[in-house]
């Protein structure tokens, strides 16, 4: 599975539905943009393709920038596209890309530590990966590490933490290895208070100086 990369967010992905992504895209993608500050924020998105806040979150945050200056490098992974394309969090007998990030024999799991080195070499200011409920739940971030760092950033995101080890192979806990790193869970897919929660908070992470509560 090739993990494609790219310098340059395409213009075509801004007004079509998450079920268009994978005719415009091929597969996964990172895309690395230039800001004012080199220490990126990473995204990471639709590694559950049917949870669509994530990518929601990102067209609302590039339609923002196109005439402004990004306040940092950001780099945005844009993960299951195959799934997207039907709707689903992943497809029959396809492993679930939240569970692939660790050394493995899968072309999923060398994908992941493609993204991995990639980004180790970046020096990142904070990951987020973006995610949805499957009921009504409060807004709450995860982390897998008890640093202050890490609580300060998923606490921007609202009042309920959740700290969990297992399982251990998601995005998170292989990002938390080397920078502060939660996921977030943004309510129902695409429902409009999840979105605002989860865009507002992506913004007040990316225009940070550092994180704090």
């Known amino acids: 599975m090739k993990l ?11 007004d079509i539905s998450v079920k268009e992504i994978h005719d ?8 690395h943009l230039s800001g004012e500050k080199k220490r990126p924020l990473f995204l990471s998105t639709l590694l ?9 979150v990102v067209q609302q945050l590039i339609k923002y920038y196109q ?31 939240n569970r692939i990030w660790e ?11 493609d993204v991995i080195d990639y980004a180790k070499k970046q020096d990142l200011f904070a990951s987020i990966d973006i995610h949805n409920n499957t009921g009504k739940n ?10 202050k760092k890490f609580l ?11 700290y969990f080890t297992e399982p251990h192979n998601v995005q998170s806990m292989a990002f938390s290895k080397f920078c502060p790193a939660t996921t977030i869970e943004a309510g129902l897919p695409g429902e409009p ?13 990316f225009n940070a100086d550092k994180i704090q509560p």
Do not use: W
């Not at 050394?103 to 530590?113: H, I, Q, R, T, V």
């Not at 409060?138 to 640093?147: H, K, Q, R």
């Open 193 to 205: 208070a999840g979105v605002d929660a989860a865009y507002n908070f992506v913004q007040t992470i």
């Open 48 to 56: 559950h393709a049917n949870e669509t806040t994530s990518f929601l």
């Open 138 to 147: 409060p807004l709450y971030g995860c982390v897998n590490e008890l640093d």
């Open 67 to 97: 005439n402004r200056k990004l306040p940092r490098d950001l780099i945005i992974f844009i993960g299951n596209t195959y799934a997207a394309e039907e709707g689903m969090r992943h497809l029959p007998g396809q492993v679930d890309f």
């Open 103 to 113: 050394e493995g024999d899968s072309a999923e799991n060398k994908m992941a530590l």
């Open 4 to 14: 494609n990369i790219s310098k340059e967010f395409p213009e075509s992905l801004l």
């Open 24 to 31: 415009v895209l091929g597969g996964p993608t990172l895309i």
């Open 152 to 162: 300060d950033l998923a606490g921007n995101f609202g009042d309920h933490t959740v």
